[in-house]
């Protein structure tokens, strides 16, 4: 890539006032480093695996208000987190964090454990139980 | 506190903290020499791992390794810390800051306040570098953002003591040892052989057979996943190619960059050319990622499209094949 063929296309990275270094050849040959605000491709992809995202954490906000799911789902998605990331994170086997998505099952959860779920997603125990608690 | 430090932003963030503690020391070593030296290019896919619920492929060697190997082939040590407690890992950071010595610290992505939002994943192999603290804040280089911030020790903390998939443990590390001149030459050329030997491996998942590898399963992706899958894992391999870190086609120009200098301090001619070459090499990732890029977006691909990207990087494969058996004999 020549220097100037750096991209400087639009991305999230524009929006927050970030630049990244990129490596390039000046007319010389010479390689040397230039700033990118973004590059088309990745910010396409970037922004798909955001809506990807989004569309998990409204999947999962339905099935909470359908009671399919206990609210752990909706904000283990929320906060980007797959059962492996949000076992690790409460201290847990993964199919204790699954089975405790079942709401049968939740809804039994003892204090102590709706806590550790609480401090990891940093909201308070009623917001925990109920995902629409004080809209 | 505050310690004499010069913050120098650069594409990758191990490169950066190892480059830029190296400066603060003496040494001027360049981020792509570090990288070179640490044998950092490397292809991987990786199976049984998923990251935001793609396969994960990596451009790039393990974590870690990169300041490792460079250490051992200059001639320098380092010292690693990891902590249970959050507050031993505290009180040892303060400790070494009052010693006037700035440390590596590997933290998660995720509860990094300073990156935009947009690219807060849970990704834990982060690296920066603390120089000081002031009224209770830690003064923050992280080699990838333009200048220098600040964390507060719960933020940090937070970040240190990120949990799931490489989980930092507090990891701090800083070098403690010094040659008086740098193995440069010799380390230079042990760095080459070790990327030649990764990337040529006889193994399916890694190198160049890890590239034809991964195109195999692009043909595949659309039938078996669904195209929009298939365009998930296919934006997932572009972001890991080229997403913040890389300097742009997926660690290739850092690379070419690395056997520019290469060629000046061993005076190898052929080192020089191999770059052009690698040069090369580092736009057809580009082109890649430009082409896949174009089915994500219109997210109706035929069967064709991903067969052109699958043959884009087959081409890749063979170029690397014939790049670093080169390599392996200019040295």
Redesign the interface.
């Known amino acids: ?1 020549k220097k100037s063929d ?1 991209p400087q296309d639009r991305s ?2 524009k ?2 006032n ?8 000046d007319d010389k ?3 040397t ?1 230039a ?1 990118s605000t973004g ?4 910010a ?3 922004d ?3 809506e ?2 989004n569309n998990r954490i409204s999947k999962a906000k339905t099935r909470v208000l359908n009671k399919e799911t206990s609210p752990i789902e909706y904000y283990m998605e929320l ?4 059962v ?2 949000l076992a ?2 409460v201290g847990l086997f993964k199919w204790q964090v699954k089975r405790h998505f079942k709401l049968k099952i939740f809804n039994k959860l003892s204090t102590k454990t709706l806590e550790k779920y609480a401090n990891v997603f940093e909201i308070s125990m009623n917001k925990l139980k109920d995902i629409d608690y004080g809209n | 506190m505050e310690i004499n430090f010069t913050h120098h ?3 990758h963030c191990e490169n950066g903290v190892v480059s830029n503690l190296m400066k603060y020391n003496g040494f001027d070593v360049s981020e ?1 020499m570090v990288f070179g030296i640490g044998s950092g290019l490397m292809f991987c896919y990786i199976p049984f791992l ?1 990251v ?2 793609a396969p994960a492929i990596s451009y790039r060697t393990m974590p870690g390794q990169i300041f490792k190997r460079f250490a051992k082939r200059v001639g320098i040590k380092i010292k690693k810390e990891k902590f249970k407690k959050p507050q031993e890992a505290e009180a040892v950071l303060d400790e070494n800051l009052k010693k006037n010595n700035p440390v590596g610290l590997q933290v998660g992505v ?1 509860n990094l306040v300073y990156f ?1 939002d ?5 990704f834990n192999a982060h690296n920066l570098i603390v120089y000081g603290k002031q009224n209770g804040n830690y003064l923050i280089s992280d080699p ?3 200048t220098v911030t600040t964390l507060t020790s719960k933020e940090l903390e937070k970040v240190r003591f990120a ?3 490489f ?1 930092p443990n507090g990891h701090m590390y800083y070098p403690v040892g010094f040659p008086k001149e740098l193995n440069i030459k010799e380390a230079i050329i042990k760095g080459i052989k070790n990327t030649c030997r990764d990337m040529l491996a006889p193994m399916p998942i890694i190198g160049v057979k890890g590239i034809r590898y991964t195109a195999k399963l692009i043909r595949k992706w659309p039938k078996k996943k669904g195209v929009k899958v298939a ?2 894992y296919l ?2 391999i ?2 890991m190619q ?4 890389t ?3 997926g660690f290739r ?2 690379y ?2 690395f056997l ?2 290469s060629s000046k301090i061993l005076n190898n001619n052929k080192l020089a050319e191999l ?2 070459e690698m ?1 090369v090499i ?2 057809l990732w ?1 082109d890649f ?2 082409d ?2 174009r089915i ?2 219109s997210r109706s691909a035929k069967d064709d499209a991903y067969n052109h990207v699958a043959s884009q990087l087959e081409a890749i494969a063979d170029k690397e094949e014939t790049f670093f058996k080169e390599l392996k004999k200019a040295i």
């Open positions: 890539m750096v999230h990275l929006a927050g970030h630049k990244e270094l990129c490596y390039a050849v040959g010479e390689y480093t700033q590059w088309k491709p990745k396409i992809a970037l798909n695996a955001i990807e995202i906060h980007k987190m797959d492996s990331i690790s994170y | 932003q650069t594409a792509p998923k935001n619920h995720y935009p947009e690219y807060r994943f849970h990838v953002m333009e949990k799931g998939a989980a365009n998930h934006g997932q572009v972001r080229e997403e913040i870190g300097g742009g086609g120009y850092i070419a960059a520019q200098e770059s052009k040069t580092g736009d580009r990622a430009l896949a890029s994500y977006k």
